[in-house]
């Protein structure tokens, strides 16, 4: 058996317990890190024990939306449950990209339970420089 001394992990516990897994409809929120990579655009997601065939990625215009959904692990009937911290559920992050990046080109892997998506930085926004052109002479106006 597991003994528990935080007061506070329970608090959370409880509040989960009390607010349920998130649905479709209502989805918890996941973690992640963004981050600029060179030309490119960076965005790690955790989500542990999620498989690969229960996330969603979509792109409309410049909103990036990842769901996600963590299922029960099936038991058979003479399991009894201890302790059980872990959310179960539906997950879901929405991010309004730039406009600078290239959203046509957005590369998904997924390994060890993060979910990694590369954005390339769009040719328009990358740093170029400016030519200087140099003029025949000065002009007067006269008038």
Not at 12 to 40: I, K, N
Not at 53 to 71: F, G, P
Not at 79 to 97: A, C, D, T
């Amino acid at each position: 058996m597991l003994m528990r001394t935080d007061p506070f992990r329970e608090l959370d516990r409880l509040a989960q317990q009390l607010m349920g897994p998130g649905t479709w409809s209502r989805p918890s929120v996941m973690p992640m890190d963004a981050y600029r990579e060179g030309d490119e655009y960076v965005v790690a997601f955790d989500l542990p024990g999620v498989t690969a065939d229960a996330l969603d990625i979509d792109v409309e215009r410049n909103m990036l939306t990842v769901k996600a959904e963590r299922r029960p692990v099936a038991k058979s009937d003479d399991v009894q449950m201890e302790l059980s911290e872990r959310p179960l559920g539906v997950f879901s992050r929405q991010i309004v990209l730039a406009d600078t990046l290239d959203t046509e080109h957005i590369q998904a892997d997924y390994d060890a339970g993060v979910l990694t998506l590369r954005i390339p930085i769009a040719e328009r926004a990358k740093r170029r420089k400016i030519s200087i052109g140099v003029g025949s002479g000065r002009k007067e106006i006269s008038g």
